[in-house]
């Protein structure tokens, strides 16, 4: 049976990326040796950093004076790697869930972390608006899409101050003005690649201003200074990325991307709002994400829950079991998500509810 992927990550990749990456694991560029095997040192391997490199460029639109790099660690890394680099006193956070809070975590290690608002209050089912980023901190940093609440911030912010994003779970379904950022990152295994590597747009002069020392592998200066090649990188899932760059591309660029992403996501909220059994986490639409849509029975049909998993399970879809601190149904609609996969979960729904 067909497989409909609605995981939230690892998640479902182009069948472009899938089949490019296996016959580069049979032979690598023609080299007769598996991409599993080449030195990363290798002008072919070189070329595919290189590549990527550009592409990721291109695609998002980046001026001069960045650079982008694919490291190690996950997002995760980079909760510590941006304070260390960049925290000297004091940093702003916008604490929208469990990935802006773990954040906020490593940020208090370095100095102070002045936490603008929170919408912990209602289980993160919204976007705090009302919030100001004071002059006198270093940076700003916040989470674009909240990958297990289902929130997004789709414009980029105006702020004082040195602008940080996690962008884990959106990049790529958007243009992002990146001139306003000084560091962009986001873990490859939810639009890009599997996991593994780290996307990392850092512009050349925030760094190297730091006093504290900082470990070389957790120095950005280390890894800019070697294009991304200070140790050996992550070969293959960069050379994943490569092949969902190039398809991303092939599709028309980011705005037919967007396009893309906005329609899907239209469909099920759609199918969720107008339904008598389901609803949405997330009230308000301007909140809503459009890359993981989160969902509920409503409370008089709560009981029904493991039955719509296993009806759901019956149709091939798989991967929209929500996060525990959410509860419900969480359908990812990331970029390789095709729509007839949202069209079969809509389907699935409807079906459910007329036998209930
Ligand atoms: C998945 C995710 C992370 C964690 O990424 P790792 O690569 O596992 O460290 C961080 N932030 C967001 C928004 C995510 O969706």
């Not at 609440?149 to 004082?160: A, F, H, L």
């Not at 990812?332 to 998500?337: P, V």
Request: proline share 5%; charged share 25%; glycine share 6%.
């Amino acid at each position: 049976m067909k497989k409909h992927n609605f995981y939230a990550g690892p998640s479902i990749m182009s069948q472009y990326t899938i089949r490019n990456t296996a016959d580069a694991v049979l032979d690598f560029a023609n080299t007769g040796l598996s991409i599993l095997e080449v030195s990363h040192r290798s002008k072919e391997f070189q070329a595919v950093m290189d590549e990527a490199q550009a592409l990721v460029k291109e695609l998002l639109e980046v001026p001069e004076g960045y650079h982008v790099l694919f490291l190690g660690g996950g997002a995760s890394l980079q909760f510590a790697m941006v304070p260390f680099n960049l925290l000297r006193t004091k940093a702003a956070y916008l604490d929208t869930g469990v990935w802006a809070h773990k954040a906020i975590k490593e940020a208090k290690l370095f100095g102070e972390v002045d936490v603008v608002a929170s919408s912990e209050d209602r289980n993160y089912n919204y976007i705090p608006r009302d919030f100001v980023v004071p002059g006198d901190a270093d940076y700003f940093h916040y989470t674009t899409n909240n990958t297990i609440y289902g929130t997004e911030i789709r414009k980029d912010p105006d702020v004082p101050v040195r602008l940080v994003a996690d962008m884990s779970s959106d990049i790529f379904s958007r243009p992002v003005d990146v001139s306003k950022y000084d560091i962009i990152y986001a873990g490859a295994q939810k639009n890009l690649a599997p996991a593994g590597a780290t996307l990392i747009i850092v512009r050349e002069d925030c760094l190297g201003k730091m006093e504290r020392p900082i470990p070389t592998m957790l120095n950005y200066k280390t890894h800019t200074a070697k294009g991304s090649m200070f140790n050996t990188p992550p070969v293959l899932p960069i050379f994943s990325a490569l092949q969902t760059l190039k398809y991303y591309k092939e599709m028309g660029g980011i705005r037919e991307l967007e396009r893309r992403d906005l329609a899907k996501a239209a469909k099920l909220y759609e199918a969720i709002d107008s339904s008598r059994i389901f609803e949405a986490t997330v009230p308000s639409h301007d909140d809503r994400s459009i890359m993981n849509v989160c969902f509920v029975m409503k409370p008089e049909y709560a009981a029904l829950e493991k039955d719509f998993m296993e009806f759901a399970a019956s149709k091939g879809i798989v991967g929209i079991k929500g996060h525990r601190s959410v509860g419900g149904f969480r359908a990812s609609l990331y970029n390789a998500l095709p729509m007839e996969s949202v069209d079969v979960l809509v389907q699935a729904m409807k079906e459910f509810q007329d036998k209930h």
